[in-house]
């Protein structure tokens, strides 16, 4: 972990570095190329490589270059350490150690709940109160440790929920009927039901597949809910074609399921995949590519059967065809640089929802909850507030 010290002066942020600056915000560095550091794994042996980064942005490392890596990497047992002839640099959340240490840093509980033999499991910090709860859905192949970024910037006192959909992580694993689209609003309608977080609305949240879900669950259950923020989300038909939706179109030919761009086997698949999801470009060390591939490779049967029913009929626009029945608040984030859900969805939304609310981020590519969590998390939150605000009002001009 990074020392007090060594916060104050660098930061505790790990971020690329280009050739003119910083990856996240393009500014001068510390030094005229940065700092070089040494990636190793701690457990393993060798020279490692080395690759050049900057400390000097002043938030925790829940985003950029470790925040991907949170995405990628569940259930790995491995700790990465970033060192330079000096220091040693833990990589936050990396392993599940290093992912317990921030969750026990940010208050965040794992807990489970069952709805007739089926688990759930989610990470919960604090107590219902007069801001309503948030419960957050994550994208297709991660877990509910990709929010950890948001959460730092979320107050302490707001009551949030960050569940593992149907499949994924510490849920249950069951068949493809749990992950499609409808499936998958109904088994978080049991999670709502059996953690009793209906029992005043709540604001859901929910990214890529996530949102595609979240914005189905708000067309089913308005009751639930006193709004829906959906991040980049799923299952529109967008007006503009992204580079991955282009790319599938070519798989569709080949009929080749093995070679799908967001499940990669291989450390160039590995490194695909993130310049695909990211817009800050960076070089990954070769060794980080294949630890991230090998905790990835005894799952991929199951991300692929997932996906399949992701693109299939049934789910491929469910969202758009649901939208219309969304009657609560809706706001809408999205990366202007997203390739892999073109981010012309965002005004399919807008117009098909009057007083939606969209916010298009600048520099920013689909992993927007890992690129951007402080920005994320204060568009939620004055979203959240103004909602209630209004609700205030219109409570007291009744009266």
Same mark, same amino acid.
């Given at each position: 972990a990074v020392t007090s010290r060594q916060r104050s002066k660098h930061g505790t942020r790990v971020c690329p570095v280009r050739r003119f600056g910083c990856h996240s915000c393009n500014g001068p560095l510390a030094g005229s190329a940065g700092r070089r550091l040494k990636v190793n794994h701690h457990h393993g042996s060798g020279r490692g490589e080395h690759v050049r980064y900057c400390w000097r942005h002043s938030c925790d490392p829940h985003s950029g270059f470790c925040g991907i890596f949170s995405a990628v990497a569940c259930g790995s047992h491995q700790s990465v350490l970033l060192h330079d002839s000096t220091q040693t640099y833990y990589m936050p959340y990396y392993n599940d150690q290093g992912k317990e240490y921030w969750r026990r840093r940010l208050g965040l509980q794992v807990d489970y709940t069952e709805h007739e033999g089926y688990r759930f499991c989610y990470t919960h910090r604090g107590r219902p109160g007069s801001k309503p709860s948030i419960?957050?859905?994550?994208?297709?192949?991660?877990?509910?440790?990709?929010?950890?970024?948001?959460?730092?910037?979320?107050?302490?006192?707001?009551?949030?929920?960050c569940v593992d959909m149907p499949g994924h992580e510490g849920t249950t694993r069951t068949s493809a009927v749990d992950y499609s689209i409808e499936g998958q609003v109904k088994r978080i309608r049991q999670f709502v039901e059996s953690t009793q977080l209906n029992k005043k609305p709540f604001h859901l949240v929910g990214t890529s597949m996530g949102g595609n879900v979240a914005g189905v669950y708000a067309a089913r259950y308005p009751s639930d809910l006193c709004g829906v923020t959906l991040i980049c989300p799923a299952g529109l038909k967008y007006p503009e074609e992204s580079?991955?939706?282009?790319?599938?179109?070519?798989? !569709?030919?080949? #009929?080749?399921? $093995?070679?799908i761009p967001l499940i990669p086997s291989t450390p160039e698949e590995m490194e695909d995949m993130l310049k695909l999801c990211s817009f800050v470009r960076f070089k990954v060390p070769q060794q980080i590519l294949q630890g991230l591939v090998d905790v990835r490779i005894p799952h991929n049967d199951f991300y692929r059967e997932v996906f399949m029913e992701l693109?299939?009929? !049934?789910?491929? #626009?469910?969202? $758009?065809e649901n939208m219309h029945l969304i009657s609560v608040p809706v706001q809408v984030i999205w990366g202007k640089q997203d390739q892999v859900l073109d981010v012309s969805g965002a005004s399919v939304l807008a117009e098909a929802l009057p007083g939606c609310q969209v916010d298009l981020l600048d520099n920013c590519g689909h992993s927007v909850v890992m690129e951007?969590?402080?920005?994320?998390?204060?568009?939620?939150?004055?979203?959240?507030n103004r909602q209630q605000n209004s609700g205030s009002r219109s409570n007291k001009k009744l009266s």
């Open positions: 419960l957050m859905l994550h994208g297709f192949s991660t877990h509910k440790d990709m929010w950890l970024g948001v959460v730092k910037f979320l107050p302490t006192n707001m009551h949030l929920v580079t991955f939706v282009q790319r599938l179109r070519d798989l !569709e030919k080949t #009929q080749d399921v $093995h070679s693109v299939g009929e !049934e789910s491929r #626009q469910s969202l $758009h951007r969590p402080r920005k994320a998390a204060h568009l939620i939150l004055d979203f959240i």
